[in-house]
C-alpha cells in the first residue's frame, strides 16, 4: 500500500500487458477504424515485450502514458485487430520519446508522454488526428465519455485482438493523489479500464462538440479490474497543455511545423 496525502492507494498500472495494466471491461468491440486517432504501442524492455495505447495528435506526435516508456517502441496506426496485417494499418517506429521531467513512477504522477515517430503517418479514413483541450478547458464532474483500447476482458486474462470501448463518467470524487492534475472516471457496475490499456485516451465532446483527449490512461487504486469500486485515475491532458506546447516544439524542427496545423490545441 502507498499513502498518498490523507489517502491511502494501491497504485496499479493500467497499461504493461502481462506486468501491469488494464484492458476495457463490460464494453464492446469499437466498429473498425471509427476511433482513427488510436495508437497501438508494442514496446520492448530488455527481453520483454508490453503493449499500451496512444492517441495520435499530430502527423508524427503520440500522446501516451509516462509509465509506458521502453527501450523500443512501435506504433501501429490504422489497428482494428492487432494480431491481423490490416490494409488501413500503418506501423512507424519511435524515433524519440519525452517523459515529463517530474514523473513519479512510484505514484505515478505527471504520468504523461510524447513520442516522435520516425516519418509522418499518411492521414487516411482510418488514421487521423485527435484534438487536444485548451488550458482552460474544463469537463464537469457527470460528463459522459469514452475510453477505448486493447487491454484485458477480464483480471489476469488476455489482451484482447480487436479494439474495444466503453462509455464511462467523470467523477468528482475518486482516489486521486492529486486532482489539479489527475480525473477519474467509471462507467455504469464494473465498466471501465484494464491492464494493457495504459496510455490510451479519454475523450470527451469538447468544444464545439469535437471529440477531445481529456485525459491519458494511468492507474487504478485496486488490482481487480471488475470491482464496481475501482478508481480508473487518468492523467488530466488540460493541466498539461503548456507543456505539451513546448515539448511539441522541441520535437518538430521547421519544417515540420510549417506543414503541420497547430489548432488541434485549441
Same mark, same amino acid.
Not at 40 to 58: P, R, V
Not at 153 to 161: E, L, P, R, Y
Not at 196 to 211: E, Y
Not at 256 to 266: D, E, I, N, Q
Given at each position: +500500500?502507498?499513502?498518498?496525502?490523507?489517502?491511502?492507494?494501491?497504485?496499479?498500472?493500467? @497499461?504493461?500487458?502481462?506486468?501491469? @495494466? &488494464?484492458?476495457?471491461?463490460?464494453?464492446?468491440?469499437?466498429?473498425?477504424? !471509427?476511433?482513427?486517432? +488510436?495508437?497501438?504501442?508494442?514496446?520492448?524492455?530488455?527481453?520483454?515485450?508490453?503493449?499500451?495505447?496512444?492517441?495520435?495528435?499530430?502527423?508524427?506526435?503520440?500522446?501516451?502514458?509516462?509509465?509506458?516508456?521502453?527501450?523500443?517502441?512501435?506504433?501501429?496506426?490504422?489497428?482494428? &485487430?492487432?494480431?491481423?496485417?490490416?490494409?488501413?494499418?500503418?506501423?512507424?517506429?519511435?524515433?524519440?520519446?519525452?517523459?515529463?521531467?517530474?514523473? &513519479?513512477?512510484?505514484?505515478?504522477?505527471?504520468?504523461? +508522454?510524447?513520442?516522435?515517430?520516425? !516519418?509522418?503517418?499518411?492521414?487516411?479514413?482510418?488514421?487521423?488526428?485527435?484534438?487536444?483541450?485548451?488550458?482552460?478547458?474544463?469537463?464537469?464532474?457527470? /460528463?459522459?465519455? !469514452?475510453?477505448?483500447?486493447?487491454?484485458? /476482458?477480464?483480471?489476469?486474462?488476455?489482451?484482447?485482438?480487436?479494439?474495444?470501448?466503453?462509455?464511462?463518467?467523470?467523477?468528482?470524487?475518486?482516489?486521486?493523489?492529486?486532482?489539479?492534475?489527475?480525473?477519474?472516471?467509471?462507467?455504469?457496475?464494473?465498466?471501465?479500464?484494464?491492464?494493457?490499456?495504459?496510455?490510451?485516451?479519454?475523450?470527451?465532446? @469538447?468544444?464545439?462538440?469535437?471529440?477531445?483527449?481529456?485525459?491519458?490512461?494511468?492507474?487504478?487504486?485496486?488490482?481487480?479490474?471488475?470491482?464496481?469500486h475501482r478508481s480508473n485515475v487518468y492523467a488530466k491532458v488540460s493541466a498539461y497543455r503548456?507543456?505539451?506546447e513546448s515539448k511539441m516544439n522541441i520535437l518538430l524542427d521547421g519544417s515540420?511545423?510549417?506543414?503541420?496545423?497547430?489548432?488541434?490545441?485549441?
Open positions: +500500500m502507498l499513502g498518498v496525502g490523507w489517502a491511502v492507494i494501491t497504485v496499479v498500472l493500467l @497499461g504493461l500487458a502481462g506486468v501491469s @495494466g &488494464d484492458k476495457i471491461i463490460d464494453g464492446r468491440e469499437a466498429s473498425p477504424n !471509427s476511433r482513427p486517432y +488510436m495508437a497501438f504501442l508494442d514496446i520492448s524492455e530488455d527481453i520483454h515485450k508490453y503493449m499500451c495505447g496512444g492517441a495520435l495528435i499530430l502527423p508524427n506526435v503520440v500522446l501516451s502514458a509516462a509509465h509506458c516508456k521502453g527501450s523500443n517502441i512501435t506504433v501501429i496506426l490504422g489497428a482494428h &485487430d492487432r494480431t491481423q496485417n490490416e490494409n488501413s494499418q500503418q506501423v512507424i517506429p519511435v524515433q524519440e520519446m519525452i517523459s515529463h521531467e517530474e514523473y &513519479d513512477e512510484t505514484f505515478l504522477h505527471n504520468d504523461i +508522454m510524447l513520442l516522435k515517430l520516425q !516519418s509522418h503517418a499518411i492521414i487516411t479514413d482510418e488514421v487521423n488526428t485527435i484534438r487536444l483541450p485548451g488550458a482552460g478547458e474544463h469537463f464537469e464532474p457527470g /460528463t459522459t465519455c !469514452s475510453v477505448a483500447g486493447w487491454g484485458l /476482458t477480464v483480471t489476469d486474462g488476455a489482451g484482447s485482438n480487436v479494439l474495444r470501448e466503453v462509455n464511462v463518467t467523470l467523477q468528482r470524487h475518486c482516489d486521486s493523489a492529486n486532482p489539479a492534475l489527475q480525473i477519474c472516471a467509471r462507467g455504469t457496475d464494473k465498466k471501465g479500464t484494464c491492464n494493457g490499456d495504459s496510455g490510451g485516451p479519454l475523450v470527451c465532446q @469538447g468544444r464545439n462538440n469535437i471529440p477531445t483527449v481529456a485525459g491519458i490512461v494511468s492507474y487504478s487504486n485496486t488490482r481487480k479490474c471488475e470491482d464496481r503548456e507543456w505539451i515540420s511545423r510549417g506543414r503541420v496545423r497547430r489548432p488541434l490545441l485549441y
